[in-house]
T-cell receptor, first 111, second 113 residues
Framework: RKEVEQDPGPFNVPEGATVAFNCTYSNSASQSFFWYRQDCRKEPKLLMSVYSSGNEDGRFTAQLNRASQYISLLIRDSKLSDSATYLCVVNMRGSQGNLIFGKGTKLSVKP | NAGVTQTPKFQVLKTGQSMTLQCAQDMNHEYMSWYRQDPGMGLRLIHYSVGAGITDQGEVPNGYNVSRSTTEDFPLRLLSAAPSQTSVYFC????????????FGPGTRLTVT
């Protein structure tokens, strides 16, 4: 079983739509959770950390369910500029910052 | 701050050649790492360093060497390039107190023929 699994997509949605991405992780020792965004041929950039209580940043909402080992990202009112690949990332306790990346979910927002 | 910088942006090597990919950061981050990204594989950790003078292997270290003589620099050396090392290489850095949120350089696209 892969350590971090994501639906690769692509998710093709119209502008203004709400879209949700899911991610599961296999290691219960995972301690920190993130969503990164990667534009085509660019480096990954941190979108948001994911906290146990859930957190929101503008149109983006992240949720963590430790019991089910499941992370989600909700994007409301999608913009053309949201088109990118979204990477689910975990860091295990004691791993000294070594991140484990999912393969990413590709989002394409159409006019 | 320049953040994390990498050179070169692009490189073509012949099989058997060696080279060094450069990475530098000006954020005084203790933790630095190298990843490679291949189509369909996601990012995989090659080597990492938790501070000057300390390095360790990641998931895919074979064929690569690193050293960390200063906090700022973390070069990645390809000892004898192979076509399987054709990839995009990203350097990243982070400060442990920030929950290991990592900042990436722009990447080096390497082709080995």
């Amino acid at each position: 079983r892969k350590e971090v699994e994501q639906d690769p997509g692509p998710f093709n949605v119209p502008e203004g739509a709400t879209v949700a991405f899911n991610c599961t992780y296999s290691n219960s020792a995972s301690q920190s959770f993130f969503w990164y965004r990667q534009d085509c041929r660019k480096e990954p950039k941190l979108l948001m950390s994911v906290y146990s209580s859930g957190n929101e940043d503008g149109r983006f909402t992240a949720q963590l369910n430790r019991a089910s080992q499941y992370i989600s990202l909700l994007i409301r009112d999608s913009k053309l500029s949201d088109s990118a690949t979204y990477l689910c990332v975990v860091n295990m306790r004691g791993s000294q910052g070594n991140l484990i990346f999912g393969k990413g979910t590709k989002l394409s927002v159409k006019p | 701050n320049a953040g994390v910088t990498q050179t070169p942006k692009f490189q073509v090597l012949k099989t058997g050649q060696s080279m060094t990919l450069q990475c530098a950061q000006d954020m005084n981050h203790e933790y630095m790492s190298w990843y490679r990204q291949d189509p369909g594989m996601g990012l995989r950790l090659i080597h990492y360093s938790v501070g000057a003078g300390i390095t360790d292997q990641g998931e895919v270290p074979n064929g690569y060497n690193v050293s960390r003589s200063t906090t700022e620099d973390f070069p990645l050396r390809l000892l004898s390039a192979a076509p399987s090392q054709t990839s995009v290489y990203f350097c990243a850095s982070s400060y442990p107190g920030r929950n290991y949120e990592q900042y990436f350089g722009p990447g080096t696209r390497l082709t080995v023929t």
